[in-house]
């Protein structure tokens, strides 16, 4: 947190606080706290109050980290409100706590701020000998932040504050420490303007004083700075007196008079009141001047023993002294010096004691008189001042000879008068570049004329009018610096004046941003175009003034052509009333379509005897002012927006910018619906074609499945085709034998050879009937487990052997009708915890897929399946064939759904794929396969001993 901050951004700032919430806003409002402590004493304590109250709304985990600094902040600000309305016992209260608020949570950029604060209460309460150690410890915090800013701020603060007591050393101090030619940040500048024009000041350079002190006065409005603003204008203004431009001056103190006033402060208000006192008092208006004086000691009188309250007092005790009020000056200096709680700074206690002196010299005080202007002497003498020591002098050279005053016994001066002006002149030849003052000359050819020494008085007199002279040279160029000093305030002040202005403009378009942002978004956050057009709609109306408020879209047939046809009012409503459907030829006459057209906004302001609302827009009020504006996204021409106002030219640059940027926002958040429109619509289309992919696939797997079916029939088929053939051989067998033998005994000719070689027949019969029957009915109960584990999921232990064995004996008829074999390889105790119906599937397809492909246009194809355990949880499948191969390029996408290189030729392109999904998400294996060209084909099924948990095979196949 910046220590202060120009305007521009502080409104920035608080139009940041839109939208804002939890620590962010509360971070904000203390921030606004902080920047309005010094510009506005109300709007500070409502950004206080804000602020607490957000911070008190926080969770307990944000305020354990978070809110101690921000308090400690908000503390601060009070303790500053509490200072500038010179509420100084609360104000100290609040800068301690603040102290021990920043010093638990360890802010020390906060704490460098709160000792800064306490120093200057200390001085408000005329405590200026305690503020040292603060300020100190001030920098040394800011040293130990690495905040250079306000190190530097502090710096060249306390450098100005010791121009008072050193302004040589000081003067050097600042010259070393902030080089002219380097920029500043606006707090560091302000302060080293304030110290740079004091020293000017202080150094008998009015017109360089003016424009350092002109340079601090600005940025202290700039930045909310406004108390020590004050104090740089009025020392401006004190400048142009010396200059002899008392106009100016008084133009000036009036000016800030008025502007402390507004804040109320009352170290402002009694400061621009003495100014404006002491300026009327040079000016000889002493009834004038003791009215502001009298009104400035009332208000400096609540910062008892504070620097501001000693000058106001020693100014009224001058205005006495010049007033000829002699006896009424003798008791304000004699009260003013007897305040012991007053420890003046050594420059304000040497003019107390030089205007003390002269005004009991006046009233016949002399020995009084005397000493008072001795102890000025020996304190002008052990500061240093050397004009100081000379207008002591003067003053005891003033003395008559009742004073008590004796000429020191080494001296040669026949006078006391003489004796302390030629040691006052002495010491005037001692200041490079200084001229004894007329007053001085005069009174040297006095004094020499009474001691009788007249060449001496005369050359004095000479001396005199040739300082006169120069004085007024100098009185006539100090004229002519202060006109050029005023011409350059008067241009200085045109140059702010329109940056106030661009300032202005500024905050206004940045408060306008931010509403607009903030409309923006909510705008563009909509993905249906009715409810874009009413959310557009209400902003509008709260923005501008907008009797109508019409938007013609593209057709949407002609929506993506690039030269659309027609424009369709999609939304139109006036006086809370909604408008009928229309359509506008692109290439009519419309005002909607001329817009469309040239894609440029346009602005009509019609007079009212002109006015046809009607032929604008069909069925609307008439209207003077009509705005529109196309809804542009890229290149895309979306339609048409138009506002209009029965008001004469209603429409300006700002309602013009503000249109334009929700014309902006409503041509993005219209095309992101149509996009979004488009996209539900292809989401829908791909979830259809999607759910009729899967119906396709099932029922290709239902094929799939039928075509294994159909292989098992025939395998059945072609398997019981002996057994029964063969029963029905005998069958047919027996029957012939049993009639002739039935003949035999009905003719009565049957022997007994007969019958016994029937008998043994029937008996041959009946047995090789029987082994016929049992192996057809083996076979039928083996087709019959196959075929429920491969129309089935069903999880069972297994013997892998007799498994294998059922679908080579279930494709047998295939291989051998094509003339190729199958080798087993399997052991016989290898049993599975598993699906066999799925994995028999599988092999299946392995061996047809051979079958079609590997062996396509030969016979005598050679398979082998094998399989051998890993270890105790995996079983390694092998299928192997001596066919034609699969070429490389093909290895990568046999497993994928629908890929085929016989397709129409009996290939589905899923027999590979549905296997592949059962291995790996059924069977809980894997399947890999290699190929050489020519060489043949080996997949390898990598299978658990155990399969885990059957997922629904429905998605994965």
């Not at 905040?147 to 701020?153: T, V």
């Amino acid at each position: 947190m910046e220590i202060f901050l120009p305007k521009v951004e502080v409104i920035a700032l608080e139009q940041g606080l839109l939208g804002q919430s939890g620590l962010a806003r509360a971070q904000t409002l203390v921030a606004l706290a902080w920047y309005w402590r010094q510009s506005d004493s109300r709007q500070a304590l409502a950004w206080v109050e804000a602020g607490e109250r957000s911070l008190q709304g926080l969770d307990a985990q944000t305020q354990a980290g978070e809110v101690p600094p921000l308090a400690a902040r908000l503390t601060l600000v009070r303790a500053e409100l509490n200072l500038l309305s010179a509420e100084l016992g609360t104000a100290l209260q609040m800068v301690l706590a603040a102290i021990a608020q920043f010093e638990s949570c360890h802010d020390l950029v906060g704490l460098g701020d709160a000792y800064w604060l306490h120093a200057q209460v200390l001085e408000d309460s005329g405590k200026q000998g305690q503020t040292k150690g603060i300020l100190e410890a001030a920098l040394a915090a800011y040293e130990a932040a690495g905040d250079k800013d306000r190190y530097s701020a502090l710096h060249a603060r306390s450098l100005m504050m010791a121009l008072f007591d050193e302004p040589v050393a000081a003067s050097v101090a600042i010259q070393q420490s902030f080089p002219s030619d380097q920029p500043r940040p606006l707090p560091v500048a302000f302060w080293i303007s304030n110290a740079r024009g004091l020293a000017a000041a202080l150094a008998g350079d009015p017109a360089a004083s003016i424009k350092h002190f002109l340079r601090a006065y600005e940025i202290g409005l700039d930045i909310g700075q406004l108390r020590r603003a004050l104090v740089a204008g009025s020392n401006a203004a004190e400048s142009f007196l010396r200059l002899g431009d008392l106009d100016t001056a008084l133009a000036m103190h009036e000016r800030d008079l008025l502007l402390a006033r507004q804040v109320g402060w009352p170290a402002c208000l009694g400061l621009c009141l003495a100014k404006i006192g002491s300026a009327m008092r040079q000016l000889g208006r002493y009834g004038e001047a003791r009215g502001f004086l009298v009104e400035g000691a009332k208000q400096m009188a609540r910062l008892p023993g504070s620097r501001s309250q000693a000058q106001v007092a020693i100014d009224l005790a001058e205005l006495e002294l010049a007033d000829g009020r002699h006896a009424e000056a003798v008791q304000a200096f004699s009260d003013l010096a007897a305040q012991r709680e007053l420890k003046l700074a050594p420059d304000l206690l040497l003019l107390l004691h030089c205007g003390w002196a002269s005004a009991l010299l006046k009233v016949g005080q002399h020995q009084a008189a005397a000493k008072v202007a001795a102890t000025a002497l020996n304190l002008a003498t052990s500061l240093g001042d050397v004009l100081g020591q000379v207008k002591a002098l003067q003053v005891l050279a003033q003395m008559p000879p009742d004073a008590g005053t004796p000429l020191p016994p080494a001296t040669q001066a026949p006078s006391q008068a003489l004796h302390y002006l030629r040691q006052a002149l002495a010491l005037a030849a001692t200041i490079t570049g200084y001229e004894p003052t007329p007053e001085l000359w005069q009174e040297l050819a006095q004094a020499e004329a009474l001691a009788g020494n007249y060449k001496a008085a005369y050359e004095h007199g000479l001396a005199a009018n040739n300082a006169f002279r120069r004085v007024q040279t100098t009185a006539v160029q100090n004229r002519a610096v202060a006109m050029q000093v005023r011409h350059e305030l008067e241009h200085a002040q045109a140059q702010a004046a329109l940056h106030q202005q661009a300032a202005e403009a500024l905050r206004e378009t940045t408060a306008t941003l931010e509403v607009l942002g903030v409309m923006g978004r909510e705008i563009t956050a909509s993905l249906q175009a009715e409810s874009v057009f009413q959310t557009l709609h209400r902003h509008v109306e709260q923005l501008l003034d907008a009797a109508s408020f019409v938007v013609f879209m593209v057709e949407p047939a002609q929506a993506a052509a690039a030269t659309p046809q027609q424009l369709v009012l999609a939304y139109g409503a006036e006086d809370g009333r909604k408008l009928p459907s229309e359509t506008l030829a692109l290439q009519g006459n419309s005002v909607f379509a001329r817009c469309a057209r040239e894609r440029e906004e346009l602005l009509i302001n019609l007079e009212p005897e002109q006015s046809d609302g009607t032929r604008l827009i069909q069925g609307t009020l008439e209207t003077l002012s009509l705005l529109f504006g196309p809804l542009l996204a890229g290149d895309r021409l979306l339609g048409v927006i138009s506002i209009q106002s029965s008001r004469q030219h209603a429409y300006g640059d700002r309602e013009r910018f503000i249109f334009k940027a929700l014309c902006a926002y409503a041509a993005i958040a219209l095309d992101n619906a149509a996009a979004y429109a488009q996209t539900e619509s292809a989401q829908q289309q791909t979830h259809a074609a999607l759910t009729e992919l899967r119906q396709m696939q099932r029922d290709l797997i239902e094929r799939e499945k039928l075509a294994a079916l159909g292989s098992l029939v025939a395998g059945v088929a072609h398997e019981l085709n002996t057994p029964i053939g063969n029963s029905l051989m005998v069958a047919s067998t027996l029957r012939d034998g049993s009639e002739e033998f039935l003949a035999l005994v009905s003719q009565g000719h049957l022997r007994k050879s007969q019958l016994e070689q029937f008998c043994r027949s029937t008996q041959d019969a009946s047995g090789l009937l029987m082994r016929n029957l049992e192996k057809a009915a083996e076979l039928v109960s083996g087709f019959k487990q196959l075929a429920v584990d491969q129309t089935s999921e069903r999880r069972r232990t297994f013997l892998l052997r007799q498994t294998c064995e059922e679908v080579a004996l279930t494709l047998a008829h295939l291989l051998v009708r094509a003339g190729h074999s199958l080798a087993l390889d399997v052991p016989e105790d290898l049993a599975l915890d598993s699906y066999p119906g799925p994995l028999a599937q599988v092999l299946s397809n392995l061996v047809i897929n051979a079958g079609l492909h590997g062996f396509a246009g030969r016979q005598g194809g050679r398979m082998r399946l094998s399989a051998k355990a890993r270890n105790a949880q995996q079983v390694m499948l092998c299928f192997e064939d001596d066919g034609l191969g699969i070429a490389a390029e093909h290895l990568d996408k046999i497993f994928e759904p629908f890929f085929t290189t016989r397709l129409g030729q009996g290939g589905s392109g899923l027999g590979l794929h549905v296997s592949y999904n059962i291995v790996r998400n059924l069977l809980g294996g894997s399947i890999t396969v290699s190929s050489v060209l020519g060489q043949g084909t080996r997949f390898e099924i990598l299978l658990p001993m155990a399969a885990p948990a059957g997922p629904d095979m429905s998605d994965a196949l």
